[in-house]
């Protein structure tokens, strides 16, 4: 059964560092890997989405990398804000679901 | 605009009294699935359904039912509701054909309160 693991759990930061949020993946069979974002109570927005086949995807300050054979991925933020303050989660896409990881809380302080 | 709808967006009930909370995308997506959210378990899925008619369970179905009668639709039901059903519920679909290039869109969620 796959399980998605994200380090760290939290992470507090101040404003304008630049850094980096893991996950990793124990079944290198997946179609895609998607990181996505939530505010507290709220729903999820899609960040970025990784195809199998490719190895990074960027989006303004947001840039994820997948190494597939080692089962993991990474979410790196620019110059990080105070509006950046969620939890992000990364998700792997199986046969028949998507799997989630526990999340990272972020804090960016200002 | 391309989107999954949820409602309510929030419902308090009773133990017992049954519900459904409807879900609906506007996107031709065959396949749709249910998740719920707590603190401390992260996202499970409930039920999935790869396209109109056909439904199967995911991680944590008990206590829940489904149903894909049109492909646009598919309506999470507690038959009898219990405090242990008290979470953050998401939708979500995606295009299930295309080589999976697109991902999952989620709904905005309901949150559900059973007293």
């Known amino acids: 059964k796959q399980e998605v693991t994200q380090i760290p759990a939290a992470l507090s930061v101040p404003e304008g560092e630049n850094l980096v949020l893991n996950c990793s993946f124990t079944d290198s069979a997946i179609y895609n890997l998607q990181w996505f974002r939530q505010d507290p109570g709220k729903g999820l927005t899609s960040l970025l989405l990784i195809q199998s086949s490719q190895r990074e995807q960027t989006s303004g300050r947001l840039n994820a990398s997948l190494d597939k054979s080692s089962g993991r991925s990474t979410l790196y933020i620019a110059a990080s804000q105070p509006g950046d303050s969620a939890t992000y989660l990364c998700?792997?896409?199986?046969?028949?679901?998507?799997?989630f990881g526990g999340g990272t809380r972020l804090m960016v302080k200002p | 605009e391309a989107q999954v709808t949820q409602n309510p967006r929030y419902l308090i009930t009773v133990t017992g009294k049954k519900l459904t909370v409807t879900c609906s995308q506007n996107m031709n997506h065959e396949y749709m699935s249910w998740y719920r959210q707590d603190p401390g378990l992260g996202l499970r899925q409930i039920y999935y359904s790869m396209n109109v008619e056909v439904t199967d369970k995911g991680d944590v179905p008990e206590g829940y039912k489904v149903s894909r009668k049109e492909k646009r639709n598919f309506p999470l039901i507690l038959e009898s509701p219990s405090p242990n059903q008290t979470s953050l519920y998401f939708c979500?679909?995606?295009?299930f054909g295309g080589g999976r290039n697109y991902g999952y869109t989620f709904g905005s969620g309901t949150r559900l309160t059973v007293v």
């Open positions: 998700a792997v896409e199986g046969a028949r679901m998507l799997t």
């Open positions: 979500a679909s995606s295009p």
